[in-house]
């Protein structure tokens, strides 16, 4: 496929971008508990240079921990939409596979990878915080080597992605509510 | 040569600034017991925010961003960095802290130019701290002009040939430094930027290379509150010994800023207008009672 050649400038700020990764998680599933040990003393993920971010904007992993029940899918599509690219998105859990213990329930979807391109799945349930650190250096190998092409993915497919929102969700009004 | 000096100044900024944002970074993971980003983890940032694809809100906040960053390169060609003044006799403080409010009303511009409300709470906090620490800080540094009876900032360097002003007037000397840690936005006082409260604030709807150029924009502010207290306060200088001397109250301030936690706004101005504001007043009525050592 055409999504894997760089230009010499992406190559270089592939590196960039694999040793800066800022992070924003989306912790609605009971995955965000192990990302405090990750984050502080013991773990110690900034040495990595990751970082939490506050904001979509700024952000360059999309950290889903856990299920995702429609309604907040709905907003996690949105977050996605706002952040500058390129984008990755890390699913943690067995539940962002295939549903985990929740794979019969009516509110959750069983699949993320459906509705948004996952980059990189972490399974378990729950995963350690050295599975956590272990996918992080992975991503950072795909970013290095141009693997990492859920953004694009996303742009070349949409229609697909759309579709199954739409699917799940009945109608996804991506807005600027700041500017209206 | 004034082309080449403001150069010097400008790239002793780009990477003494980011250089030592890096170490700080580092001195905080340390006192957490934790390893630590490297020390030239704030380039790869900055780098990287510029080589992202980020979105526009519009003229306005393209302009605030530009008259932001500008204005702070500006401010900084005025300061003088020990012995390396790139202007020499138009190094008045008055000029740099007008120009520096250039800087700030840039940015202010810009985010509200945003439209996104977390930006305009952050934005309106930046503004009140500013209005808590100014007034202390600028009556300890009118004892300081009145007992030099000069403003220029090189002047007020080379007057403290017997010893420093910071032993000579320790109040003030203390009074700016809890000001300039309000000016650095350290930990009490990190208000404005509040991470979990209003999503890093004024920062809130920066992407990509907007990002980049803020960051820069807060190194070089950085480099000037620092430079003012270094120059005015703590003896003469040449470049090195400069750079010295602010390395120390750069790592001092981190230090201060690792084991603290965070003001409310309201508690910030409190503090700064009975603390540091009556500290002021008693360092300026020693000042004009001749009690100065």
């Known amino acids: 496929m055409s999504t894997n050649e760089r230009s010499i400038w992406e190559k270089i700020a592939d590196q960039l971008r694999s040793k800066s990764l800022w992070m924003l998680h989306y912790c609605t599933g009971c995955g965000a508990i192990e990302l ?65 213990i929740y794979y019969d329930s009516y509110a959750t979807i069983n699949r993320l990878d459906y509705y948004i391109p996952v980059d990189l799945y972490i399974a378990g349930c729950m995963p350690r915080p050295e599975a956590l650190l272990e996918a992080f250096n992975e991503l950072m190998r795909m970013i290095r080597k141009g693997e990492a092409n859920g953004w694009k993915r996303y742009k070349e497919n949409y229609e697909w992605y759309k579709q199954n929102q739409l699917r799940s969700l009945g109608e996804v009004f991506i807005h600027d509510e700041f500017h209206e | 040569m004034t082309v080449l000096r403001v150069i010097a ?23 957490q017991r934790r390893y630590g980003p490297p020390w030239y983890q704030n380039f ?20 605030g961003i530009l008259m932001a960053l500008g204005g ?13 003044v790139a202007f020499p006799g138009l190094d008045n403080i008055f000029i740099i802290v007008y120009l520096f409010a250039v800087g700030a009303l840039g940015m ?37 002009l009145y007992y030099y009876k000069t403003s220029s900032v090189s002047g007020l360097m080379m007057a403290q040939q017997d010893t420093w002003t910071l032993f000579k007037m320790p109040i003030g000397g203390i009074v700016a430094f809890i000001s300039l840690l309000g000016m650095l936005g350290k930990k009490p006082f990190d208000t404005p930027i509040a991470p979990a409260e209003i999503a890093s604030g004024p920062m809130v709807e920066l992407s990509a290379k907007y990002m980049g150029l803020l960051m820069l924009m807060h190194t070089f502010s950085i480099f000037v509150e620092i430079s003012l207290f270094v120059d005015i306060f703590l003896g003469i200088s040449n470049y090195l010994t400069f750079l010295l001397k602010f390395t120390v109250v750069w790592i001092i301030a981190t230090l201060i800023s690792a084991v603290l936690p965070r003001f409310r706004i309201e508690q910030v101005v409190k503090f ?22």
């Open chain 1, 36 to 100: 405090p040990p990750s984050m502080t003393s013991r773990f110690d993920m900034e040495r990595f240079g990751m970082g939490p971010m506050a904001t979509p904007r700024q952000a360059d992993i999309l950290f889903i921990t856990g299920y995702l029940s429609a309604k907040t899918l709905r907003r996690v599509i949105y977050t996605y939409e706002q952040m500058p690219e390129p984008k990755y998105v890390i699913g943690f859990g067995s539940c962002t596979l295939n549903g985990g």
């Open chain 2, 272 to 293: 700064y207008w009975k603390v540091p504001l009556s500290l002021a007043f008693v360092q300026v009525l020693f000042v004009l009672l001749g009690w100065v050592f």
């Open chain 2, 72 to 84: 702070v390169i500006a401010t900084l060609a005025f300061v003088p960095l020990g012995d390396l």
């Open chain 2, 9 to 31: 100044v400008l790239l002793t900024g780009f990477f003494v600034g980011l250089t030592l944002e890096g170490i700080a970074r580092k001195i905080m993971a340390r006192v």
């Open chain 2, 44 to 63: 790869i940032d900055v780098f990287k925010a510029l080589s992202k694809r980020g979105i526009s809100h519009g003229w306005i906040f393209d302009f």
């Open chain 2, 108 to 144: 202010a511009m810009g985010m509200v130019g945003s439209g996104n409300p977390n930006a305009s709470i952050g934005v309106a906090r930046a503004l009140t701290q500013m209005l808590g620490y100014e007034v202390p800080y600028l009556v300890a540094i009118a004892g300081v």
